[in-house]
C-alpha cells in the first residue's frame, strides 16, 4: 500500500481472503516447526544443530535430532507457559486501569486520567512516551496534544466492546467464525475506537488484547510483518504492493502498514491460530483458549524475528512515521 492511501477494497473481498489464507497456511508448517525446535527463537534450529553436528562430530544414527523430535511436545508445553507468564507480568495493571467500576472517576477529572493514568501507568503508553527513541517524538508531541476527553471516550468505549463481546461470545462458537461479518469488529475501525496520534490501531490492539486475550489479538507491528512473509509477500491482485506494507514513495521508507484495519487483521490471527491448534492437537496437547491470541502473538513475533535483518533494512531510511501506534 502507498502512503498515505487507505487499504484496497479488493482486501475485503472473500475470494482475496481466501488467497492469503491458502498462502499462509503453505508457509505455516516451515515457521512453526522451527518455532518449537528453536523454543521460539530461545533455543537452537534442527539446521543448526546439524550444522554442529557435522562440524565438530559424527552423528551417523541421527540420534541427536531423533532426541529433539521426541522433545517437540515438551517444548511446546515450555512455549506456552513461558508466553502466558510473560503475558500476564503486567496484566493486572490494564485490569485496573479499564476497570468500568472506576470510570465515574476517571470522567469527573480527564485531566488526571491523562496526565497520571494513561501516561504513568498504562505500560505500552509510559515506555512511549518514556522512550529516548527519536522516532517516538512525534507520538509524544500528539499524545501532549490530545483531548483528554477524547482519550477517556475512546478507552471507555473500547472497555465496553472488549466485555460486551466477550460476554455474548463463546470460545466455542468463535472458533466456527468464518467471514469478517460473523467476527463482528467493524466498528472497532471507527473513529468512536481512535485518538488519531494517540490511540492508534497498534495501542488500541494492545489494550483489547491485555483486556480480553481469547477475543482479540494484538496487531503489533511485528505481527503485520509476519503476515507478509507467511503470505510470500505477494499482492493477490492489490494494485499498491503488498496490503501489509506502508510504501511511502517519496521518502522511500517501508515500514509495516500501520494503518492495517484491525477486523482484519483479527480474522488472520483467528485462522492462524486455528493451525496452531491442529498442531497442538496432533501432539496431544490443550491449549487455553482464554489465552488464545499469547500463543498467536508468540508465533507471529517469532516469524519477524527470523526476518529482522531485512525488517531493519527496510526500516533504515525510517525517520519519524510511528503511526503504528
Not at 491458502?22 to 530461545?42: P, R, V, W
Not at 494513561?118 to 505500552?124: G, K, M, S, V
Not at 463463546?170 to 475506537?193: A, C, H, K, P, R
Request: hydrophobic share 35%.
Amino acid at each position: 500500500m502507498y502512503y498515505p492511501n487507505i487499504i484496497e477494497d479488493i482486501c475485503y473481498d472473500s475470494d482475496h481472503i481466501e488467497q492469503v489464507l491458502t498462502e499462509i497456511k503453505l508457509n505455516f508448517h516451515d515457521y512453526f516447526s522451527d518455532f518449537l525446535q528453536s523454543e521460539a527463537g530461545n533455543g537452537l534450529s534442527d539446521d543448526y544443530v546439524v550444522n554442529l553436528v557435522k562440524h565438530f562430530g559424527n552423528d551417523s544414527q541421527g540420534q541427536v535430532i531423533k532426541k529433539r523430535k521426541k522433545d517437540t511436545k515438551k517444548a511446546f508445553q515450555q512455549i506456552i507457559k513461558e508466553s502466558i507468564e510473560g503475558y500476564e507480568k503486567d496484566r493486572e495493571k490494564y485490569l485496573d486501569i479499564f476497570d468500568e467500576d472506576v470510570f465515574d472517576e476517571y470522567e469527573d477529572d480527564p485531566n488526571y486520567f491523562k496526565n497520571k493514568v494513561l501516561r504513568d501507568e498504562c505500560p505500552i503508553i509510559r515506555v512511549t512516551i518514556y522512550s529516548n527513541a527519536k522516532e517516538l517524538e512525534k507520538y509524544k508531541r500528539d499524545f501532549n496534544l490530545a483531548d483528554p476527553n477524547d482519550l477517556l471516550d475512546v478507552v471507555m468505549n473500547l472497555t465496553s466492546f472488549a466485555n460486551t463481546y466477550s460476554q455474548n461470545q463463546n470460545s466455542s462458537n468463535y472458533e466456527l467464525i468464518d467471514s469478517l461479518e460473523e467476527l463482528g469488529f467493524q466498528d472497532l475501525d471507527t473513529g468512536d475506537y481512535i485518538v488519531y496520534g494517540a490511540i492508534g490501531g497498534g495501542i488500541k490492539s494492545h489494550l483489547l488484547y491485555k483486556l480480553q486475550p481469547a477475543y482479540f489479538p494484538n496487531r503489533s507491528r511485528d505481527a503485520i510483518w509476519a503476515l507478509w512473509y507467511l503470505s510470500k509477500k505477494k499482492t493477490f491482485g492489490c494494485l499498491e504492493d503488498s496490503e501489509f506494507l506502508m510504501i511511502n514513495v517519496k521518502e522511500s521508507i517501508t515500514q509495516q502498514n500501520y494503518f492495517y484495519p484491525y477486523e482484519l487483521f483479527s480474522y488472520y490471527a483467528l485462522k492462524i491460530f486455528q493451525l496452531i491448534e491442529r498442531e497442538a492437537m496432533n501432539l496431544n496437547i490443550q491449549l487455553n483458549k482464554d489465552y488464545r491470541f499469547v500463543l498467536v502473538n508468540e508465533f507471529l513475533s517469532y516469524v519477524a524475528s527470523v526476518h529482522s535483518d531485512e525488517i531493519n533494512f527496510l526500516k533504515s531510511q525510517l525517520k519519524e512515521a510511528n503511526h503504528g501506534f
